[in-house]
Every structure is written in C-alpha cells, then in structure tokens.
C-alpha cells in the first residue's frame, strides 16, 4: 500500500513538472532562434487584411508575398532546430519503452519512471519551438498559395477582357486624335526662365553632346562593318578554333551599334530639351535598339549567309527571306512598342491601344506566317531522298517543322482575336510566339559554340559537332532556357521562385524528407566512395596482387569482389551520410522484394551465382571449359550476370550464371593446364605388334610437350573386325596443345609405317549377286553367258574408320 501511495506520489510530482515545462515552453518557444516574431505576426495580420481585399495592387500583394515567402524560408530552417538533440531524447525514450498502463503488471521501478518523466520534459521543452515553426511555417504558406491564387485569378481575367474591336470605323478618328495629342505633349514648351536655364546647360554640355553623338553615329554605321572584318580576317587564318572565334566577334555585331545607342540616348538625354515623356522614350532606345539587334544576330546564326554554317536545312533563297522577315518584326515590334508607351505615358484607353497596335498586329502575324512556312520545308529537301539515312527525318527536323505549323497557328489566330476585341489575348500568343522562336534559335546558336569550343579543346574540330558531349550540352542549355520561357509566356518571376524553393525543400518519403542537399551529398559521397573503390581495384591489379603466388583466376575474383564491397558500403555511407531514414520505406522495400523474388529471380539468381563462382572459383578467367550444349571454349570474362566464353572460332558464347552453377561444366585447365591426348590407330592383321608398338613409342616420346612423367603409353587394345587396334596415350604439359599434338603425331606415324611397310587397313566388303544375268543384255545364242553364280569382289573405303 506504501509503495503504491508513493508512486503514485512520484508520478503525480513528475507530470506537474512537465506541465510546468510545457507552460515554459509554450511561452518561450515565440522567440525562435533568428526569426523577429512580432514583425512576422504583424505583417501576417497585414497580409490577411489586404488578401480580403478586393482593391488591393498587383504590386502590393507581389511585395507582401515576397516577404513572406522570406519567412517562411526561416520558419523552414527553424523546423530542423535541436534535430540532433531531439532525436536523441527519443531513442532513450524508445530505449526505456512504453510507459505500461496502471494497475496491470508489475509496476516500474522509480528510477525508470523518474528517467522517463524527466526525458518527456526535456523533449517538450525542446519541441515547442519546433511546433511553433511548424504552425507559423503553414500560416506562411497559406498566406503565399492565398496570395498566387488572387494573381492568378486575376491575370485570366485580364486575358480574357473584352475591348473595343479595331475594325469598327468610328473608333478610328478617336483613337488617332488621342495618339496626335499623347505625341504632341512629347515636346511641351517649357516656360522662359526653364527655357533660359537649359540653353545654359546645353552651352556648357555641348562638347559632351557633340562627342557623344558623332562617336554613337560611328559606331552604328561603321560597327558593323568593322565587325564583319575582323572575323573575315580571322576566317583566312583558319585552324580548330575558326568557329569559336567566328562566333566571338560576331557578337561585335551587337555590342558596337548597341554602344552607339547609349551614347546617342546619353547625347539627347543631356541636352535637356525632351521633357520628362521625352526622357523616358529616350531610356527605352538602347533596350529596343538591343532588342533588334539581337533579334538580328539570331537570325544571322540560324539562317546564315553560309550553307556550311546555317543552323537550319533551308536554301539560300529561304534564308534571305527569313533573315529580312525577321528584320522585319523586329522593326514592326519596336514602333508598336513605342506608340504603345507613348498612349501610356497620357493615360491612352485600351479603344486607343487596341486600335493603333492592330496593324502591327496583322503585318507581324503575315511576317511569322511566312517563316512558319519556311519552318515547315526545313529538312525537306533531305527527306525526299531515297537513301533510307537521309530520308529519316531527325529530332531537331521534327521539333522545326511542329514549331512552323504553330507558327502558322498563332498567326492566324492573333489578328482574329484581336478583331474580335480580345486584345490581351491577342498580344498573349503573339509577342510569346515570338520570343520562343528567338529563344529556341539562341539554344541551337550556343549549342553549336558549345560543340565549337569542345572541338577546339580535344582537337576534333568541326568534327565535334556530331559527338555526344555537344547533344549534353545542349540538354543543358534546354533545361536553362525554360525558366526563361515560362516568363516570356507570362509567368511571374514569384512562380519560379516557389518552384525552386519547393524544389529545395525536397519532397517526403514517409517519415523522411529527401531534398536536393541531401541528393547532392549522396551523389558526392557516393562518387568519392566509387572511385576510392576503383582506386583500390586497380592499385589491387596492378602493384600488390601480381606479387603473389595467387592465380590470375584468384586476383580476379579477389579485385571483383572488392568492387562488390565498396560499391555497397559506398552506397551506405552516403546514404547515412545524406541523413535518409530508411526505416521508413520498410514495408515499401518489402513489397518490392516481393515484386523482385518473381519478377527479377532470374536476375537476382544469375547474380548470386556471379558471387558463388568468384568465391569458389569453379573456374576463373583463361580456363578451357565446355559447358552443357557442347559449346566449349576460353573463358574471357566472369561478370555479375553470365560469364563470357570465347569459342576456337573467335565467336562469344554469353553463359548464365546460373547454368554454370547449376549445369555440368567441364574445365579442362583447372589448377593446372596438364592433361592427356589419346590417339587410336590400327594396323593390319600379320603384322608384328611388337614392332608397331615400339614404333609408337618412338613417336610418341619425340613429342616435345610430352611429359616423362607419368610416361607415354601404348596400348594393344583389342582384335577389330578390320584391323588390331592400338592407343597411344600422352600426357602434355599445356593440353591447349592438344590438337597440335595429335596432328603431328599422326603425320609421323603415316611417314614410319611407310617406310616400315606396315599397312593400315581399310574395311573390306564382299558383294555377292545372286544373278549377275540381269544387270547385262540379252545375247544371241551361241555366245557364252556367265555362270548363274558369280563372285565379285568389291573393295569399299569407309570413311568414318579411326586411324
């Protein structure tokens, strides 16, 4: 009764101190560690009020997300606080066990319970922080995903407004009159003393502006042709590194004109006399000047003036065409986009918008018709061949000739939705459209440097373009290109980032969460861990195994089984490494054993076979061996699945493991490479046997890959039907040489028996005909006929007889 009255005295102390913590907890854990509480609650209550909002910015909600997402990064972070210690505070508690319920069993000793209690206190204490991540963690993340949605919601809505249609007439004049009265305000008069005070700076920045503009105008006239001297000079040099270098200065291209632009934008926004409209359009003549010019070096690349150096299967003809329609929408582009910013700059209406831009709209919508069409009879040429090589269309022909039909989709598509008042949709498929053929073009550029530059570095040249490290590289090119398409296709720079923050979050398998850090430092230790192996395999090999007296089989399996080992505690180290907990995927690893046992057993027997032959080296690489079937051989190589077999004719038999261990095998070099050559041979009835067999053993001793011991036999077998038959029997020292052996000996005992006199027989048959009469013609009578019976003897060679 005492006893039961003080544990539960114990128990009673015990669970008030843990409440106590918790309280402690709970009250400390809103401060974590690197996080400002009262300014995430503040702006949580902020965000919360505007989200409900309906009349809150674009810009708002974009930079309250901002904020946001930024402390949900450190809510994240803060998940893992005390991770280690955490972990650890639980193993004891899994170590000391489930607490047993009261009144059942034999009650816990005092010390255990106390220990339990004080462990429970001490994991509360350091998971109040971790809870209060975690909830503060969801808050940020609902706030965020309530945050994309209003965006998102709204920016469909905006692309499926409805305007004002450009085909109505009336609209025309007004729209027209609103455009003259946006370009007029461009060049407003300032008032005298303003006017006065310019004039004074003009005076004073005048050699600035003179210097400015005469040097832009150079440079935009006569850059470009400096530029395409230097690479044609370049071009007589020649050499691996004509390419990479042809590319280089072809950027020139861009880079002095694009010079010349800011210089002239620097020279009239010095001036002073633009006005503030008039100094914003300045500023956007470098980004449109570079717009162009880039556009331009594009199309130079993919539809360039030289066959050899043309991106694209097209004719000369359909190149020109497309470098000019190119041009073409660039130019068209920039003065759509200027008008447009000038309307924008006096507050113009989407009526005003839409009817100035629709022009432009059809002249760019005929412009990338036209290249789609040229997009579509690329290759085509090389797909009317008859040679089945070239007349298979390649990846990249495909993908071109898909792109010319959207083309030619989206040009048909933008100017109707536009007519039809859909002008965001309009300008949504269209300008995209024409990103996303500049931007694939600058893929196929760059991919072509990047095989250029490889080329150049390992000497293959222009050689290196068909390699498979350029296709790598440009796999990687793709992979850097798609962020940038998504924005040209209107996602938000905010939608990139939350995919690249869920992807360093990793994803769960679970209890556990595998994220790209934990990826890449199992990939490392992994990598470390394999080439240390490898390291350790050769060093093996080479240096240390050739300085023993083990076999060439033994090394082999002594080097394979060392890759088994450290591949496999490769892979544990990194996975312990990475911190994956595995206890987790038991019961998957369990189901997929299970998949495994019936659908891999081939697989799995084959490759526990593979480890039983290299361990008991049944045989080893270099025997001769003849497996079930007949197929005999050299064996080349013992991998984890078969094993090779090299035949006499130089073909290779590919061998399950598993046959090997569980087939006859007969391995005729095992430890040792002696073995025996027997020969049969038979001489005629008369001769002197004796005499036959010394013979022989002359013969047969003159060998010189006979051994003396054990000797050379000859045996007078037996009384043949034809012939008595003997056997010569040799042990050779490399019973590779058997064939050899047996040729040569048979040469000499047909040279001996020669010279001695000593036949060797053939089979004899006696054909008896019964009446020989009727295998000749009738005769006349008088004329002597044979015998009923006659006797003919025949003498018939068999060729099937062993000599």
């Known amino acids: 009764m005492i006893s039961t009255l003080k544990g539960g005295l114990m128990r009673f102390v015990a669970l008030m101190g843990l409440l106590l ?69 639980r193993d004891q508690l899994a170590l000391l066990g489930a607490e047993p319920p009261e009144g059942e069993g034999v009650p816990e000793a005092a010390e255990v319970v106390s220990k339990r ?3 429970e206190g001490q994991l509360a204490e350091l998971m109040a922080p971790v809870q209060v991540a975690d909830s503060a963690y969801a808050r940020a993340d609902g706030l965020v995903g309530e945050i994309d949605t209003i965006l998102r919601n709204r920016q469909t809505e905006a692309l499926l407004e409805v305007v004002e249609s450009p085909l109505v007439p009336t609209h025309w004049p007004v729209a027209l009159a609103t455009l003259n009265a946006a370009v007029s305000k461009l060049w407003s008069q300032p008032e005298e003393d303003a006017l006065s005070a310019r004039r004074t700076e003009l005076i004073r920045n005048l050699p600035v502006i003179l210097f400015s503009t005469v040097a832009g105008l150079i440079l935009i006239f006569r850059g470009r042709r400096w530029s395409t001297k230097i690479v044609t000079r370049f071009s007589r040099v020649g050499g691996r590194s004509l390419s990479v270098w042809r590319f280089v200065f072809s950027l020139l291209r861009i880079v002095f004109p ?38 331009r070096w594009v199309a130079e690349q993919i539809f360039s003036r030289e066959d050899d150096e043309a991106l694209l299967e097209l004719s000369q003809k359909d190149r020109s065409e497309a470098r000019f329609l190119v041009s073409g929408i660039t130019l068209l582009i920039i003065i759509n986009m200027l008008l447009l910013r000038i309307i924008a700059l006096d507050d113009g209406d989407s009526m005003t918008k839409t009817v100035v831009s629709f022009p432009f709209t059809v002249m760019i919508s005929y ?29 990249l022909g495909r993908i071109v000739r898909s792109l010319g039909t959207a083309s030619i989709c989206v040009a048909i598509a933008a100017p ?49 373009r068909d390699a498979l490290m350029p296709i790598f590289f440009g796999l990687v090119l793709q992979l850097m290109a798609l962020p940038v398409l998504a924005l040209a296709w209107g996602a938000r720079v905010s939608d990139l980032t939350e995919i690249w923050a869920a992807f360093r979050r990793g994803f769960s398998i679970g209890e556990s969460r595998i994220s790209p850090t934990d990826f890449l430092t199992f990939a490392l230790i992994f990598t470390v861990g394999y080439l ?5 395999q050769g060093a093996l090999k080479t240096n240390v195994l050739p300085k023993t007296r083990i076999d060439k089989g033994g090394q082999n399996a002594i080097v394979s089984g060392l890759g088994y080992v450290g591949i496999f505690l490769a892979a544990l180290a990194a996975i312990t490494g990475a911190g994956i907990d595995l206890s987790s995927l038991a019961i998957v690893a369990g189901a997929l054993s299970v998949g495994i046992g019936f659908g891999l057993q081939n697989i799995v027997s084959n490759f526990v076979s593979g480890i039983i032959l290299l361990i008991e080296r049944p045989i080893s690489e270099g025997d001769w061996i003849e497996v079930t079937g007949g197929e005999m051989g050299f064996v080349r190589d013992i991998s984890v699945r078969s094993t090779r077999i090299e035949t006499f004719d130089k073909t290779d038999v590919i061998v399950p493991n598993a046959d090997l261990v569980s087939g006859t095998v007969i391995n005729y070099t095992r430890g040792n490479t002696l073995g025996r050559v027997i020969i049969p041979i038979g001489v005629a009835y008369g001769t002197d046997t ?71 027989p053939f089979p004899q048959q006696d054909i008896w005909l019964r009446n020989p009469e009727t295998l000749r013609p009738a005769k006349s009578e008088g004329e002597n006929t044979l015998p009923p019976k006659a006797t003919i003897g025949v003498k018939a060679e068999d060729k099937d007889a062993d000599q």
């Not at 505007?50 to 810009?59: F, G, I, K, N, W």
């Not at 018709?369 to 007349?391: N, P």
């Not at 240390?532 to 350790?536: G, K, Q, S, Y």
């Open 21 to 89: 913590l918790l309280c402690a907890g709970a009250a400390h854990a809103q401060h974590l560690p690197g996080v400002n509480m009262s300014e995430w609650l503040d702006l949580a209550e902020r965000a919360e009020t505007l989200v409900d909002q309906a009349d809150t910015s674009d810009e708002s909600l974009e930079s309250l997300r901002s904020d946001i997402a930024d402390y949900r990064e450190q809510f994240n972070e803060a998940r893992n606080v005390n991770a280690v210690r955490i972990t650890s505070l």
């Open 117 to 119: 209690k004080e462990l």
């Open 258 to 295: 694009l010079i010349g632009l800011s210089l002239l934008a620097f020279a009239a926004l010095t001036t002073g006399y633009l006005g503030e409209r008039g100094d914003q359009l300045v500023l956007l003549i470098p980004f449109l000047g570079g717009l162009m010019l880039g556009f």
């Open 367 to 395: 412009a990338i018709y036209r290249i789609g069409r040229l997009l579509r009879h690329s290759g085509a040429e090389v797909v009317e061949q008859e040679d089945d090589e070239l007349s298979r269309a390649s990846t």
């Open 416 to 464: 109707l939705l536009q007519a039809a008042g859909y002008y965001n949709a309009s300008a949504f498929v269209l300008h995209p459209t024409v990103l996303t053929l500049v931007i694939l073009g600058l893929v196929l550029a760059l991919q072509r440097f990047s095989a250029d530059v490889y080329g150049m570095i390992t000497g293959q040249g222009v050689q290196a």
């Open 532 to 536: 240390l192996t490898r390291l350790a």
């Open 690 to 760: 004796k005499k036959v067999e010394e013979i022989l053993l002359e013969i047969a001793n003159a060998q010189p890959m006979a051994l003396s011991n054990p000797a050379v036999q000859v045996l007078f077998l037996n009384f043949g039907a034809s012939s008595m038959d003997f056997e010569i029997r040799i042990f050779l020292r490399d019973v590779t040489w058997l064939n050899v052996v047996k040729n040569d000996v048979n040469h000499e005992i047909a040279r001996r028996f020669a010279e001695e006199g000593i036949e060797i």
